[in-house]
């Protein structure tokens, strides 16, 4: 698990005033661990055109610049005057190397972005937007100083971005990274350290990264065990079954010891999986929402208010019945537009989609700071699972996932966590890294997953 910031003006500043380090001692490093990233990976015979800004990162750039220096064939293009005090002495020492820059963007093996930092706060001009889009269009490997140029400090695009093979950003990670819109754009992530490690540098923060090593599976420890020590999950299924038919073979191979599905019409379901007209009295967890459609309010309040946890999903998020249920210790799963559904319900904001994703962090803090004892879980390229005031993402969601019933089997991985005895919070992150990785280490087109092999892909785990 590693820290997230939303800024790291104020890590630098406590380098300078508590540490002793300086602006030159951090840039140096910043800039070696581009050097190294490509001294790892290119021959000498690769050429590196380094783009540079007008401020700091530009300044990043410009220091890289000199340590490539006759290793490597370097191309330094400044396309604008220059106004950091340390860009200008940056290059000073260059051109007393006698590097000099270039006038024109040309092709080269590697591009280095050095434009904007991660503090980008307006909006791109055309310039700017035209070095881009140029460089974009090329088969260079490119990489990102701190973020691709054109993310903004909120992690937005405006206009157009850089679209990075690797960003190798300084110091510790940032928010804006992890948005689901900056995905395609920074590749894999690295952080350099700045002279000091990174647990030094980094303070406390609210908010962090999810590692594959963070994910712990439900083994079994006990040997003096039978099928109800692992709980036992109850899906309601509505009018869309084939949704709670999926999450129960999920929950089931996912380690509950009992799963029933909750209908009042008789399913074909498998041998393992079985049925009840109503919830059994020895269950554990209630997983609800998937495919529900119109149901008995009734019947959804009496099941809401049974005292066992509960995974919550989809439908009932457009239904004001769940506001009644938001003091307790539940799970919510809900995608985009299903969250613009429970914020409008919730009186924290009417928004679009478009709007909830350019600030996804930011609806998804109030929203948890409103509730604290619910468990969010944000659907998305990179989904963001809160309690209170404590952030998690998890950022290893692909394009494998986007087909209809991948949300119904993380449900019913949850529910099957939950059902088990696991708290909410570790219930909802273990499955969403279960989710994630399963669809990461599917092997056939990444158009072909259906639901049945993520579930297979999970029980491989």
Same mark, same amino acid.
């Given at each position: 698990?590693?820290?997230?910031?939303?800024?790291?003006?104020?890590?630098?500043?406590?380098?300078?005033?508590?540490?002793?380090?300086?602006?030159?001692?951090?840039?140096?490093?910043?800039?070696?661990?581009?050097?190294?990233?490509?001294?790892?990976?290119?021959? /000498? #015979?690769?050429?590196?055109?380094?783009?540079?800004?007008?401020?700091?990162?530009?300044?990043?750039? $410009?220091?890289?610049?000199?340590?490539?220096?006759?290793?490597?064939?370097?191309?330094?293009?400044?396309?604008?005057?220059?106004?950091?005090?340390?860009?200008?002495?940056?290059?000073?020492?260059?051109?007393?190397?006698?590097?000099?820059?270039?006038?024109?963007?040309?092709?080269?093996?590697?591009?280095?972005? #050095?434009?904007?930092?991660?503090?980008?706060?307006?909006?791109?001009?055309?310039?700017?937007?035209?070095?881009?889009?140029?460089?974009?269009?090329?088969?260079?490997?490119?990489?990102?100083?701190?973020?691709? /140029?054109?993310?903004?400090?909120?992690?937005?695009?405006?206009?157009?971005?850089?679209?990075?093979?690797?960003?190798?950003?300084?110091?510790?990670?940032?928010?804006?990274?992890?948005?689901?819109?900056?995905?395609?754009?920074?590749?894999?992530?690295?952080?350099?350290?700045?002279? $000091?490690?990174?647990?030094?540098?980094?303070?406390?923060?609210?908010?962090?990264?999810?590692?594959?090593?963070?994910?712990?599976?439900?083994?079994?420890?006990?040997?003096?065990?039978?099928?109800?020590?692992?709980?036992?999950?109850?899906?309601?299924?509505?009018?869309?079954?084939?949704?709670?038919?999926?999450?129960?073979?999920?929950?089931?191979?996912?380690?509950?010891?009992?799963?029933?599905?909750?209908?009042?019409?008789?399913?074909?379901?498998?041998?393992?999986?079985?049925?009840?007209?109503?919830?059994?009295?020895?269950?554990?967890?209630?997983?609800?929402?998937?495919?529900?459609?119109?149901?008995?309010?009734?019947?959804?309040?009496?099941?809401?208010?049974?005292?066992?946890?509960?995974?919550?999903?989809?439908?009932?998020?457009?239904?004001?019945?769940?506001?009644?249920?938001?003091?307790?210790?539940?799970?919510?799963?809900?995608?985009?537009?299903?969250?613009? #559904?429970?914020?409008?319900?919730?009186?924290?904001?009417?928004?679009?989609?478009?709007?909830?994703?350019?600030?996804?962090?930011?609806?998804?803090?109030?929203?948890?700071?409103?509730?604290?004892?619910?468990?969010?879980?944000?659907?998305?390229?990179?989904?963001?699972?809160?309690?209170?005031?404590?952030?998690?993402?998890?950022?290893?969601?692909?394009?494998?996932?986007?087909?209809?019933?991948?949300?119904?089997?993380?449900?019913?991985?949850?529910? /099957?966590?939950?059902?088990?005895?696991?708290?909410?919070?570790?219930?909802?992150?273990?499955?969403?890294?279960?989710?994630?990785?399963?669809?990461?280490?599917?092997?056939?087109?990444?158009?072909?997953?259906?639901?049945?092999?993520?579930?297979?892909?999970?029980?491989?785990?």
């Amino acid at each position: 698990m590693q820290k997230i910031f939303n800024e790291v003006g104020s890590l630098d500043k406590r380098c300078y005033e508590e540490l002793g380090l300086n602006e030159d001692i951090l840039m140096e490093h910043a800039a070696f661990s581009i050097y190294n990233h490509i001294n790892n990976n290119f021959d /000498s #015979s690769s050429s590196v055109l380094i783009v540079c800004g007008s401020g700091n990162n530009g300044a990043d750039g $410009i220091t890289l610049a000199r340590l490539l220096y006759t290793k490597y064939d370097v191309k330094l293009y400044i396309p604008f005057s220059l106004k950091s005090k340390m860009a200008k002495h940056q290059l000073k020492r260059v051109e007393l190397l006698g590097l000099n820059t270039v006038s024109k963007i040309s092709q080269c093996d590697i591009i280095v972005d #050095s434009l904007f930092g991660s503090g980008l706060n307006k909006d791109l001009n055309l310039q700017s937007q035209e070095i881009i889009n140029t460089l974009n269009e090329m088969p260079s490997y490119k990489i990102a100083c701190d973020i691709p /140029s054109g993310i903004n400090k909120e992690g937005q695009v405006t206009t157009c971005a850089l679209e990075s093979d690797i960003t190798i950003t300084m110091g510790a990670l940032k928010t804006s990274l992890f948005t689901d819109i900056a995905k395609d754009y920074v590749g894999k992530i690295e952080v350099s350290d700045l002279g $000091i490690q990174r647990e030094v540098y980094e303070t406390n923060t609210n908010k962090y990264l999810l590692d594959k090593t963070d994910l712990k599976l439900p083994y079994r420890n006990k040997k003096n065990s039978h099928k109800g020590t692992y709980g036992h999950l109850n899906v309601v299924a509505g009018c869309k079954k084939g949704a709670g038919m999926i999450a129960s073979k999920a929950a089931f191979g996912f380690g509950a010891g009992l799963v029933s599905v909750v209908c009042h019409e008789n399913l074909d379901l498998p041998y393992h999986i079985m049925q009840t007209h109503f919830i059994s009295d020895n269950c554990t967890a209630i997983a609800i929402g998937m495919g529900l459609g119109k149901y008995e309010t009734d019947e959804i309040k009496k099941i809401l208010s049974k005292n066992v946890k509960k995974i919550v999903d989809a439908d009932l998020f457009y239904d004001e019945i769940l506001i009644d249920y938001l003091d307790e210790d539940i799970v919510l799963t809900p995608h985009p537009k299903e969250f613009c #559904s429970l914020l409008k319900l919730c009186n924290i904001a009417d928004i679009s989609v478009e709007v909830l994703q350019n600030n996804r962090f930011k609806y998804v803090e109030e929203f948890s700071l409103k509730y604290p004892k619910v468990v969010l879980l944000l659907k998305g390229a990179n989904v963001i699972i809160s309690q209170g005031e404590k952030l998690y993402v998890n950022n290893f969601g692909s394009a494998v996932l986007s087909k209809g019933g991948s949300g119904d089997v993380l449900s019913g991985l949850v529910g /099957s966590l939950l059902a088990q005895g696991y708290p909410s919070l570790d219930s909802a992150i273990n499955a969403s890294l279960a989710h994630a990785l399963a669809g990461v280490n599917y092997k056939k087109n990444d158009f072909s997953l259906i639901p049945s092999d993520l579930i297979e892909e999970v029980r491989r785990l």
